[in-house]
């Protein structure tokens, strides 16, 4: 049996990663910062835990909770969005909230989860397209946009640490979640379906990249 750890599993895409991979018979091991999660998570038939990414505290337990796993695939799936641009200064608060949950989080895991993984496993982290610098148009989430970036960045310079797997930063596209908005033009389940078929058929050649829902390479 595959198993799969989803950090960030209790809603939108990470809930919809933890039920696909569920319904496809693989050992999900997910992680929700409270109980309402962990019973959505339970009620799948996951193996839940509680982890908040944005305290170190909870994260520096994390590597207690995955002692002895062996992982075929990770995902880092939390975050948090800041809609105001460039005309408007982030406060201290959003950005600590947003850079401590979008970057320090998947900082802190990486180094704990990655030994788990076996040989040529990937490890993907949920980044945007709105991080890419070179299809930068408009300030809008403005402070958002910096975080992903900010993590596409430490994704790419860790690769090289772990050579035998594949590190990627990964867009699940413009989606009707909370944070992406009804008038988005992917549904939950079709843009995980796509991140699900483009992780399956993943190469080593792609360590290190950063990749649209459908496999397609974005630019930094």
């Known amino acids: 049996m595959n198993t799969i750890l989803i950090l960030g599993a209790s809603r939108g895409i990470g809930l919809e990663f933890a039920r696909q991979y569920s319904a496809e018979g693989w050992r999900v091991l997910a992680t929700a910062r409270d109980e309402a999660g962990l019973e959505r998570l339970q009620a799948l038939g996951c193996e839940a835990f509680q982890l908040d990414v944005a305290d170190p505290a909870s994260v520096s337990r994390l590597s207690w909770t995955l002692d002895g796993e062996v992982l075929d695939l990770a995902l880092y799936v939390a975050g948090v969005m800041a809609r105001p641009g460039a ?4 406060t201290q608060p959003d950005f600590d909230r947003v850079m401590r949950t ?3 989080g998947a900082m802190q895991v990486l180094p704990q989860v990655a030994p788990q993984l076996l040989p040529q496993a990937a490890m993907a982290f ?6 890419s610098i070179a299809d930068c148009a408009s300030s809008y989430g403005w402070l ?3 975080s992903k970036a900010a993590l596409n ?8 640490d ?3 797997n594949i590190l990627l930063a990964l867009s699940p596209g413009w989606v009707q979640t909370d944070m ?6 992917l549904t939950v389940q079709a843009s995980v379906t796509n991140m699900r078929r483009t992780l399956a058929q993943l ?10 829902h459908d496999g397609a390479t974005i630019p930094w």
Do not use: K
Request: hydrophobic letters at 40%; aromatic letters at 6%; proline letters at 12%.
């Open 153 to 160: 960045m430490a994704v790419h310079a860790a690769q090289p």
């Open 87 to 90: 005309l408007t200064p982030p």
């Open 162 to 164: 772990y050579p035998q």
């Open 126 to 131: 949920i980044s945007s397209q709105m991080a």
């Open 102 to 104: 979008n970057l320090l």
């Open 203 to 212: 190469e080593l050649s792609q360590q290190g990249a950063f990749i649209n």
């Open 180 to 185: 992406g908005g009804e008038q988005a033009p």
């Open 144 to 146: 958002y946009r910096a």
